[in-house]
Every structure is written in C-alpha cells, then in structure tokens.
Nanobody
Framework: VQLVESGGGLVQPGGSLRLSCAAS????????MRWYRQAPRKERELVAG????????YYVDSVKGRFTISRDDAKNTVSLQMNSLKPEDTAVYYC??????????WGQGAQVTVSS
C-alpha cells in the first residue's frame, strides 16, 4: 500500500495550494479518503473527508468554504484544494485511506506553510 502526497509548500496568507495524493496497493474505490493535519504542539485534526464514489463530504468548521476535497477513482487520486489560506492552516497534511478504525493507511505527509 502506498499513499504519496504532493503539492505542499510555502504560500502567503490569502493564497492557494492544491494537495494531491496518489494511492496504490488497495481497492481505492472501497475506501473513504481523508485529509488530516497536525500543527506543531497541536493534536492531529481531521480536516476533510470524502466517501467512496464521492457522494458525501465532510469539512471541519475552520476550513468550510475555503477547502474542497475531491477524488478520481479512475486515477486513484484524492485532492484537497485550499484557498484563502491562513497562517493557522500551517501544518503537515496527511492523506488517509479509511475503511475502519482497524483498517486505514497513511501517507508520509506534506508540509504546508502559510506565512508572509
């Protein structure tokens, strides 16, 4: 199983970034896909999620209206479009394939830094 994030980096406040995650080694369409983040000295936080086939999405309140999660089951990819970024969005972002509390896979993480 592999989950490989890309697209992180440094951006100014108000800017945009798009995180992508390429998945392999499991039946992608059967898994809910999630993005978590962890900032220094803070607990890990579920940022966004999307069900298999993309029929439902979830966003933590702090990113609603700014972030959009999407998936492409034909390409085994999930993306997180992040707009109007704020310094408090600075964190390591993890792509997660979630089947159950026992069955889930994590990527290595992508650093997102929002700073002027």
């Amino acid at each position: 199983v592999q989950l490989v994030e890309s697209g992180g980096g440094l951006v100014q406040p108000g800017g945009s970034l798009r995180l992508s995650c390429a998945a392999s080694g499991f039946t992608f369409s059967r898994y809910n896909m999630r993005w978590y983040r962890q900032a220094p000295r803070k607990e890990r936080e579920l940022v966004a999620g999307i069900t298999g086939a993309g029929e439902a999405t979830y966003y933590v309140d702090s990113v609603k209206g700014r972030f959009t999660i999407s998936r492409d089951d034909a390409k085994n990819t999930v993306s997180l479009q992040m707009n109007s970024l704020k310094p408090e969005d600075t964190a390591v972002y993890y792509c997660v394939a979630w089947r159950s509390p026992i069955t889930h896979y994590w990527g290595q993480g992508a650093q997102v830094t929002v700073s002027s």
